[in-house]
């Protein structure tokens, strides 16, 4: 499966749109993250433990995105795209999306290129 943030992928043509696809995942903070966080915000650096966390969430937010695109019969994602919300105190929202299309190679069609 492609997956790129771009409205085309070179080297390949659209040779069908699917759809709208998307993924999400709600992640709450862990407590222990949060007291770590608290000393870090003193001293200064990068947040490990959130970092992990909103790794994980994107991975498993694409994971979702690309797993619906695949039941539509897609072969690649384009134009894909990010969004985070809050959804309560402590618990945020990651969101991933894109438009699932069937790619094929442009020499693959003498007529398109």
């Known amino acids: 499966m492609l997956v790129v943030n771009t409205e085309t992928i070179p080297g390949y043509h659209i040779a069908e ?26 001293i200064g650096g990068e947040l490990k433990g959130y970092t992990e966390l909103l790794t994980e969430s994107r991975r498993e937010a ?13 072969n690649a994602v384009v134009n894909v795209r990010f969004s ?24 693959a069609d003498p007529g398109l290129g």
């Open 17 to 42: 749109v699917k759809g709208l696809v998307q993924g999400n995942t709600v992640r709450a903070k862990h407590a222990g993250r949060d007291i770590a966080a608290g000393f870090k915000n003193l």
């Open 62 to 74: 694409v994971d979702r995105m690309l797993a619906e695109a695949r039941a539509l019969g897609a």
């Open 84 to 107: 985070t919300s809050a959804v309560t105190g402590g618990a945020a929202e990651l969101y991933a999306y894109g438009t699932a299309v069937v790619v094929q190679p442009t020499g």
